[in-house]
């Protein structure tokens, strides 16, 4: 009996050893799926399969011979909110026109404010939609528009503080339009080809595509206290009156002293409402703003061989044209010729003498305008801003004489 005892005793604990080795679960976890030997592996057939990356070169300017300006405190500059990046974006002229507003509030009301920017591209793709419906294709959808379309937008939409409206999805570092509009612009292509104009339905889309990517605009929201729509904030804490702010442009393509429209893509909606004036009223004008206290937004011609982000310096080269052959001339023949076009829009804040020229101190949301040391700047010679920029925004205190030129 003990004996077999023994037998069965040993038989049950191996049973409970055994159970026990069931019993006992493993355990998993997440981990990064990374092979790095495989990526190795891959990375050398990239590199070798690969066509072989030669550099691209563009022809610049020299400036080796120039004491440039160094840093945006070598200008007497008026107060402006610190330079932005526009990011993948075609909104330049969103950004200096905004900067240009927040600027004259505190030049005439002395109110610091950051305003959305975003939030006036986002209505400006609404009504490129609309008119694109309303004249069934036959109509301009881009990313860019005019200094003048914030007047027109903000008349009709307000705006809001940056605070109320980034216009970034979360987590976005820089602004990116790049997925947004081409959702859009497959949008519209398709319903031209369908033949689909229901309007109602087609900026429902349109907004639906923007609220993702940029998020939906407030309607309202409260600043120190006080609730306000985007409309009342305009009117009501800003207090701008765009009855006092006026474009002006020089071109001799175009009647002198008459109010004109200035034909580029970008003027999509017709605007009729710059005044053309002589070059050398033009240059004036500018120069004699910057000593008065005021800022001004210009757009123009960047795609120069003088102009380096680097050097963050824009000159006319002498290989180009010498100075002083720098006219009305000059002008209308690069701009007829296509080699001058207007692709960017920027805030001149400030100016500094050069003997008889001045330098002018650029607030730039470009990606240029960040490759050197002070950040979103740029230093424009007199020159440049003579020979390459076409229009600009001003009030009307800096232009009475000129306008009483005008029937």
């Known amino acids: 009996m003990n004996r077999i005892y023994s037998v069965f005793f040993l038989l049950a604990v191996s049973v409970v050893l055994i159970v026990s080795e069931v019993q006992a679960q493993d355990t998993g976890k997440l981990i990064e799926n990374k092979n790095p030997f495989y990526e190795e592996i891959k990375k050398s057939g ?5 066509p072989d990356k030669k ?28 330079p932005v990046s526009q990011g993948n974006t075609g909104t330049c002229w969103a950004f200096s026109t905004t900067s240009y507003f927040e600027s004259e ?30 004249r069934r294709g036959d109509s301009y959808f881009a990313e860019g528009s005019e200094a003048n ?54 900026l429902n889309t349109i907004k639906s595509i923007l609220n993702y990517y940029l998020g939906v605009p407030p309607n309202n929201f409260v600043i120190d206290g006080k609730e306000y729509t985007p409309k009342s904030y305009l009117n009501d804490y800003l207090k701008i009156n765009f009855d006092d702010y006026i474009d002006i442009i020089s071109m001799k393509q175009y009647p002198l002293y008459q109010k004109v429209e200035y034909t580029v893509e970008d003027n999509w909606w017709n605007d009729k409402d710059y005044y053309n004036i002589s070059l050398n009223e033009f240059i004036s004008i500018i120069k004699k703003a910057v000593r008065n ?51 960017h829009g920027i805030h001149i804040v400030g100016y500094k003498e050069d003997g008889d020229k001045d330098w002018f101190l650029i607030k730039d949301s470009g990606s240029r305008a960040f490759m050197g040391p002070n950040k979103g700047y740029m230093f424009y010679h007199e020159d440049y801003v003579k020979l390459k920029i076409i229009d600009f925004m001003i009030h009307k205190d800096m232009v009475e004489d000129i306008l009483k030129k005008f029937d």
């Open 46 to 50: 990239d590199e070798f399969f690969a």
């Open 55 to 82: 550099p691209k070169y563009v022809f610049r300017m020299d400036f080796s011979n120039y004491d440039l300006p160094k840093s945006n405190n070598d200008f007497k500059f008026y107060w402006h909110n610190d």
């Open 105 to 134: 509030v505190f030049r005439l009301q002395n109110k610091k404010v950051k305003l959305s920017e975003i939030y006036t591209a986002y209505w400006e793709y609404v009504e490129k939609a609309a008119q694109f419906v309303d």
């Open 149 to 202: 379309a914030i007047k027109r937008i903000w008349e009709k939409y307000g705006i809001v503080p940056l605070s109320e409206y980034e216009g970034k999805m979360p987590g976005q570092k820089f602004h990116d339009h790049s997925k947004l509009f081409d959702e859009m612009n497959s949008y519209l292509k398709e319903i031209e080809r369908t033949n689909a104009w229901n309007k109602e339905e087609v």
């Open 293 to 343: 206290g005021y800022s001004i937004v210009i757009g123009g011609d960047v795609s120069e061989s003088g102009i380096d982000g680097n050097k963050e310096a824009a000159m006319i080269p002498s290989y180009d044209i010498p100075t002083d052959y720098i006219n009305e001339e000059a002008r209308q023949f690069r701009f007829s010729n296509g080699t001058t076009y207007d692709d």
